[in-house]
């Protein structure tokens, strides 16, 4: 294959992972208690470096050129959002290190994971439980158990400890958790995160539970945008050089092919 169109298509493809990345950030910038994905990227090494020994006939200057870029899976922001108050009785946000637990799905309930969220914005189900307002998913307390509350009284209280309470009668305390192991975190569908192995410690003593707010998502809808824009441009730029390369490969064979 011309090595120019290699590249070009290395370029093309990372970009088109990136554009993936980018618009997905961009598209959850007002998502509560979102966390942004990041792509890295690292430059490869020309064929015959990788594989030492495989290629005898090598050229100087196209391994000057590189082997183009790959892009590894992505990780997240896991920085602290803004809070915003919003009045809500059973909106909260987190303040440092942590994050809430969540129940595990019924088909899932055998697993050693475990579910965790930054997204704040609860309500109760029909049950009286305490769940997640956009997916229903319920909310545990530090013994692993759904907080249930009494659905004929509405004032609930939950301090910066996590401690949630009734017309002053305890309820529950609400599990706030740190993963042993941030590598093990995977986004698990809306507003969920999957933490393989599900070991959890203590979140620290400085995480605080703000009640009547919310974590905004870390995204900055600006700079985002103008990303988007910038690794839009540049897939074009390696389309180009792909049409580029093959247009002048085509010429080759018309050229030569007519002496064979």
Do not use: C, W
Request: no cysteine; glycine share 10%; hydrophobic share 40%.
């Amino acid at each position: 294959m011309n090595y120019g169109f290699h590249l070009a298509t290395a370029g093309a493809i990372t970009g088109m992972r990136r554009l993936d990345t980018v618009a997905n950030n961009l598209a959850n910038a007002t998502t509560v208690g979102f966390k942004a994905d990041m792509l890295s990227l690292s430059a490869r090494q020309p064929e015959n470096l990788e594989r030492a020994g495989v290629y005898s006939d090598t050229n100087t200057m196209l391994d000057a050129l590189g082997g183009g870029s790959l892009f590894h899976p992505s990780t997240m922001d896991l920085r602290q959002g803004s809070v915003r108050d919003t009045g809500s009785q059973l909106d909260i946000a987190l303040e440092g290190e942590g994050f809430l637990m969540l129940e595990m799905p019924k088909n899932s309930r055998g697993s050693k994971d475990a579910l965790l969220t930054r997204a704040g914005a609860l309500a109760r189900d029909p049950a009286g439980r305490l769940v997640l307002a956009a997916t229903g998913a319920a909310i545990l307390d530090t013994k692993g158990s759904p907080i249930v509350l009494d659905s004929d009284d509405p004032n609930v209280a939950i301090d910066t400890k996590g401690r949630v309470t009734q017309s002053g009668t305890d309820v529950a305390r609400i599990a706030v958790v740190v993963p042993e192991d941030l590598a093990k975190l995977r986004k698990e569908g809306r507003d969920a995160m999957r933490l393989a192995g599900g070991r959890v410690n203590k979140a620290p003593d400085a995480t605080a539970v703000r009640q009547k707010a919310l974590e905004e998502s870390v995204v900055d809808p600006v700079a985002t945008l103008a990303e988007l824009v910038s690794v839009s441009r540049g897939i074009e730029f390696s389309t180009r050089m792909m049409q580029s390369h093959d247009q002048a490969t085509g010429r080759l064979l018309d050229t030569f092919g007519r002496f064979s």
